[in-house]
C-alpha cells in the first residue's frame, strides 16, 4: 500500500530514492514520483510503474541537482492511477510537497474547510488536502506544523515532508503505516521497509505511532506530540543484502518458493528441544495455557488460511476450542472475548490494517495477544504481549509463499506446546512428533524436485477458464491457499472447495476438461475423497490429485499424481502448498503474467 523514500545528505537525491522505490515497488505500483528541492521543489510524476517515471526523467532530459528529496510509488485509494493522482502532492502556492501512505479518513471534511479559506485542488487524493493543510497550519517551525497537522487528521498515515523554507529538513510522522528512519555518514533516511535502504546503511530507527523526525544531512531529531525530544535505540539489520535481491531468479515468488526450507529451518529448529517446544522470550506459562479456554486465532489472507490449518492442528493436539476469523469481519462483529481467552494475530508484514485494528480490539477486551509475525519491529510485532517470529526472510513477492510455510510451521510449534501443557500429549508422543516435525524442511525441499514436470503440465493447463481446488479437513484448509495462489497471480478464476460440499452446487461449474486439483492427504478421509474425484471425474473435469506416497491408487481415478513424503499427516499442508505454488507461478508465467506484481495488489495492506 503505497513505499515511500526520502533523503538528505550530500549526494544527488534522485537516484537514491528512484533506487529506493525499486526495492518498495512491491508495496504499489501503479504510479510513481519523486521530488527533490532545487530552487523550489522540483516533482515529476507518472500513472505507471517507476520504469515509467525514469522513462520520463530522461525523456524529459531532467537535470535533478537536488540534495534533498521525497519519493513514492503508489497503490491507488483516492483516485484512480493517474499523473496528477500521483505521490508527491504540493500545496497550491508550491511551498509544501508530501508523500503519504495511508488513508485520511475526515478528508472530505478537511477539503471543505480548506476550500472554504479559498484554496483549489487538482488531484482526487486524500493527500494533497494533506499538503494544503500543513501550509494553512505553517508557522516556520516544521515540528510544529506536523503537530498540529496530525492533531487535524484522522486515519493511518506514514507521512514525508519537504518546505522551501526548509530546504534542509524533511519532517516525517507514522501512524498505523510502517515508516523508518536510516542513518548514514551525514546523510539520512526515511522508507516505508529495510529493503529500500539497505544499500546505503544497516542502521535504523523504529518509529512508533505519532513520533515525529527531523531530519537533516547531519542529524536525526525524534520528537513526541508535546515537541519533547525522544531517545531511541538504534535497530542493526543483519541480514544479508541479497536477501532482498532476486539472485538471478526470474522472479522473487520462485527464489521465495525456493527458499522455504531454510525459512522452516530456522524458524523450527531453535525451537525443538529434544522431548519439548521452547517458545523462547514468551510470557504465556504453562499454567497461563492450562486455563486457556478458547483461542481466536485472526489474520487475512494467507495467514487466514495458516490459521484455518492452526486450528485443526491445535484443536487436534491440545483439544483447546479454536476460533477463526478474518481480521476485517472480526474487527466488526463485536466478538465474544472472555478473560482466560487468547488471540493469535497472523501476519507476514505485521502491518495489515485490519489485522492491526482486530489486535487491538482483542487487548481492549483485556484478552492476550500472542502474535506470529515475519517482520521484526513492525507494529503488530511491537503491540503484542507475545510475538513468536517466522524466520522467513524478506518476502518481497506480493504473493506470499515462505511468509505461509513458515507461519504453518509456527502454528505446529503452538499446538505442541499447548498439548504438551494441557498434558494432551505424552513424553514419548512429543519425541515422536518432534522427529515429524524435523523433517517437514526436507520434505517441502524434496517437492521443488516436481518443478519441471509441473512447468510442462503448466502449458496444458494455462488456459483454463476455471480452477477448483478440493480436500477435506487439512487438506480443504490447503487448497484455499492453493487456490488463492493461482488466482491472484494468474487470473485464472478459482475456488477451494470442501470435496463433500461441492455436490450441494457449485458442482454445477464442472464441465468437459474443467480443471480440479484434488488433495488426498488424510488416510481416514482418503476413501471419501476418492469419491469425490469419481464425482468431478463423470462431469468431465481433468483432474490432478495429491496424495501420500503408497496411496497409488488414485491413479485409478485422477490424471495426474503428486505424491507427497509419508509422514505426520498434520503436517501434510506444509507438503502439498509446494505443488500448488509452483503449478500456479508456471500457469501465470506461461499467460505472461507479471508474477511479482499482480494487478490490482500491493503486499502490505495498511487500508482497510
Ligand atoms: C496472498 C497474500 C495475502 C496476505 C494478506 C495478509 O498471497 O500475500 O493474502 O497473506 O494480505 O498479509 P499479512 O500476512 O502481511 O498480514
Not at 514468551?282 to 485472526?298: A, E, R, W
Not at 497472523?346 to 485494528?357: F, P
Not at 482418503?526 to 497409488?552: C, H, P, Q, T, Y
Not at 506444509?574 to 507461478?585: E, F, I, K, R
Amino acid at each position: 500500500m503505497c513505499g515511500i523514500v526520502g533523503y538528505v545528505g550530500l549526494e544527488q537525491a534522485a537516484p537514491v530514492l528512484l533506487q529506493g522505490l525499486g526495492k518498495l515497488e512491491y508495496r504499489g505500483y501503479d504510479s510513481a514520483g519523486i521530488a527533490v528541492y532545487q530552487n523550489g521543489i522540483f516533482t515529476i510524476k507518472t500513472k505507471g510503474r517507476l520504469t515509467d517515471l525514469k522513462e520520463k526523467i530522461k525523456k524529459e532530459d531532467i537535470t535533478l541537482s537536488g540534495k534533498i528529496g521525497i519519493g513514492h510509488t503508489r497503490w491507488a485509494t483516492h483516485g484512480a492511477p493517474s499523473d496528477v493522482n500521483s505521490h508527491p502532492h504540493s500545496s497550491e502556492n508550491g511551498r509544501i510537497s508530501v508523500v503519504h501512505n495511508g488513508i485520511i479518513e475526515n478528508y472530505m471534511e478537511l477539503k471543505e474547510m480548506l476550500l472554504k479559506k479559498g484554496r483549489k485542488f487538482v488531484s482526487e487524493t486524500d493527500t494533497e488536502i494533506i499538503a494544503q493543510l500543513f501550509d494553512d497550519c505553517y508557522n516556520g517551525d516544521m515540528v510544529e506544523t506536523m503537530i498540529e497537522v496530525i492533531g487535524k487528521i484522522r486515519g493511518a498515515y506514514a507521512l514525508g515532508v519537504l518546505c522551501t523554507e526548509h530546504p534542509d529538513q524533511i519532517v516525517a510522522v507514522r501512524k498505523d503505516s510502517p515508516l523508518l528512519v536510516g542513518l548514514g555518514e551525514k546523510e539520512n533516511y526515511i522508507a516505508s521497509d529495510i529493503p529500500a535502504l539497505l544499500e546505503y546503511t544497516r542502521d535504523y530507527y523504529l518509529l512508533e505511532d505519532n513520533e515525529i523526525v527531523l531530519l537533516k544531512q547531519n542529524s536525526v531529531t525524534l520528537f513526541d506530540l508535546n515537541k519533547k525530544e525522544i531517545k531511541k535505540e538504534v535497530f542493526h539489520v543483519t541480514w544479508d543484502v541479497s536477501a532482498a535481491e532476486k539472485d538471478g531468479y526470474d522472479y522473487f515468488m520462485m527464489k521465495e518458493i525456493v527458499e522455504q526450507p531454510e525459512g522452516l529451518r530456522k524458524t523450527i529448529f531453535p525451537r525443538l528441544k529434544e522431548q519439548a517446544i521452547q517458545l523462547d522470550h514468551i510470557s504465556l506459562t504453562q499454567q497461563d495455557v492450562k486455563n486457556i479456554n478458547k483461542i481466536h486465532i485472526v489474520a487475512c489472507g494467507s495467514a487466514w488460511h495458516a490459521s484455518i490449518v492452526g486450528k485443526y492442528v491445535i484443536e487436534k493436539v491440545s483439544r483447546i476450542p479454536v476460533e477463526v476469523d478474518l481480521a476485517s469481519e472480526f474487527r466488526y462483529r463485536n466478538p465474544i472475548l472472555q478473560k482466560n481467552d487468547l488471540c493469535i494475530i497472523v501476519s507476514q508484514s505485521g502491518e495489515t490494517a485490519d489485522t492491526l485494528a482486530a489486535l487491538r480490539e482483542a487487548k481492549k477486551h483485556g484478552v492476550r495477544v500472542l502474535s506470529i509475525v515475519n517482520v521484526v519491529g513492525s507494529s503488530i510485532a511491537r503491540e503484542s504481549d507475545d510475538v513468536l517470529y517466522t524466520w522467513a526472510g524478506p518476502e518481497i513477492a506480493v504473493a506470499t509463499t515462505k511468509g505461509y510455510s513458515t507461519q504453518l510451521s509456527v502454528m505446529y510449534l503452538l499446538a505442541l506446546y499447548f498439548g504438551a501443557a494441557k498434558e494432551h500429549i505424552g513424553k514419548e508422543e512429543m519425541a515422536k512428533y518432534i522427529q515429524d516435525l524435523k523433517k517437514v524442511p526436507e520434505d517441502v525441499e524434496s517437492l521443488l524436485s516436481l518443478e519441471e514436470r509441473i512447468k510442462t503440465l503448466a502449458k496444458e493447463y494455462a488456459q483454463s477458464k476455471d480452477v477448483f481446488v478440493i480436500g477435506r479437513g487439512i487438506d480443504y484448509a490447503a487448497a484455499m491457499e492453493g487456490s488463492l495462489k493461482l488466482k491472484e497471480i494468474s487470473y485464472i478464476h478459482s475456488e477451494a472447495y470442501a470435496a463433500g460440499e461441492l455436490k450441494h452446487g457449485t458442482i454445477s461449474l464442472i464441465e468437459d476438461g474443467t480443471l480440479v486439483v484434488a488433495i488426498a492427504t488424510q488416510e481416514a478421509l482418503f476413501e471419501k475423497l476418492v469419491s469425490n474425484i469419481k464425482e468431478v471425474k463423470a462431469r468431465g473435469a481433468r483432474v490432478i490429485a495429491m496424495a501420500v506416497e503408497g496411496n497409488d491408487d488414485i491413479e485409478k481415478v485422477a490424471d495426474e499424481v503428486f505424491y507427497i513424503p509419508k509422514t505426520n499427516e498434520l503436517f501434510s499442508a506444509s507438503s502439498t502448498v509446494v505443488p500448488m505454488q509452483l503449478l500456479a507461478y508456471y500457469i501465470a508465467v506461461e499467460r505472461g503474467c507479471d508474477v511479482d506484481k499482480p494487478r490490482n495488489l500491493a503486499k502490505s495492506v495498511t487500508v482497510e
